[in-house]
Nanobody, 124 residues
Framework: QVQLVESGGGLVQAGGSLRLSCAAS???????MGWFRQAPGKEREFVARITRTGGSTYYKYYTDSVKGRFTISRDNARNTVYLQMNSLKPEDTAVYYC???????????????WGQGTQVTVSS
């Protein structure tokens, strides 16, 4: 059974940093691992993904609002994907979800496996 477990969320002041982790089990580390977020009253939205493009080469893609502030990475030996979040803003407040997909995509519907989410709250 596929299981994705996020950790690392919390409360931080604007301008601060957090690192989210997602530990995957029960599956071969998927072609694409992604991070999404959902704020209260809003739809779940894409944040970042990391996609294997061949061998040990990966492509990273970010939504515009986090470019230059967030960094996605993966440790295949540990079956873990990370999201380093710097220069956090109040508008980054949301539940953050880790997800796995069989191909490169930014769409929620293309991801088959999801974690339970971790809350990130940024105070002003």
């Amino acid at each position: 059974q596929v299981q994705l477990v996020e950790s690392g969320g919390g409360l931080v002041q604007a301008g601060g940093s957090l690192r989210l982790s997602c530990a995957a089990s029960g599956l071969t580390f998927r072609y694409t691992m992604g991070w999404f977020r959902q704020a209260p009253g809003k739809e779940r939205e894409f944040v970042a993904r990391i996609t294997r493009t061949g061998g040990s080469t990966y492509y990273k893609y970010y939504t515009d609002s986090v470019k230059g502030r967030f960094t996605i990475s993966r440790d295949n030996a540990r079956n873990t994907v990370y999201l380093q979040m710097n220069s956090l803003k109040p508008e980054d407040t949301a539940v953050y979800y880790c997800a796995a997909a069989g191909w490169g995509s930014n769409r929620v519907s293309d991801y088959n496996d999801w974690g339970q989410g971790t809350q990130v709250t940024v105070s002003s």
